[in-house]
């Protein structure tokens, strides 16, 4: 995509113009799927596992960045302080290859993803990167028995994984003009309705940054 398009793409999520209304049959189509995705879980087809330990999924609905890897890198550092034992996981997006894999100083981007490496650096906790993120869990768990807590870096879609806790993350975009993709950002519908994966925890990283608890089921 070219970066005028993406541009232009973008700014139509935040009103309800002529590009918007041309793609919503397609958000239509994008709803129908992630309904149905989240419905396979809810209704016990799709299975759900848990972590040994607390997992803190630190998420959000909107495509594009929102500021969550400052978010992770936070809640890090309050748990560490309060003399916890955190771990990191992250699906590790950009990466080469699919292989689960523990996070290094001296990893490589291309490896482990630039985020992932930017927290093991940043917070000198483990981490470590699967597409299917429990597959991060149970090698970091497997390394780092004594770990306490989890935090995984997005995967607030991510169904097939239990979270005890959930923030989402929104900036000043909000929910823009309050359609799915690619009609606007959402990548699911907002407030969240039903099972599974509520959400504790609403943060605004924008201009106002505001942090508040309201249970979404």
Partial sequence: MSTRLESMLTRSWMHRGWLAWLLLPLAGLFKLMASLHRAW?????????????????????????VGKTPVVLALVEHLTQRGLSVGVVSRGHGR????????????RA???????LLVARRSAVPVAVARQRMEAVHLLLKAHPH?????????????????????CVFDDRGVGNGWPLPAGPLREPWPRQGTPGSVQWVLNTGSTPQVRSEEHT
Wanted: overall charge negative; hydrophobic content about 40%; aromatic content about 2%.
């Fill in 110 to 116: 291309e490896d482990v993803g630039d985020e992932p």
């Fill in 96 to 107: 080469r290859d699919d292989t689960p894999q523990l996070v290094e100083s001296t990893s």
């Fill in 147 to 167: 770990l306490q807590v989890l935090v995984s870096d997005d995967g607030l879609q991510h169904h097939a994984m239990h979270h005890d806790v959930a923030v």
């Fill in 41 to 65: 879980f809810s209704c016990g087809m799709g299975s759900i596992q848990s972590a040994p330990v607390p997992l803190i999924v630190v998420g959000n609905v909107v495509a594009g960045g």
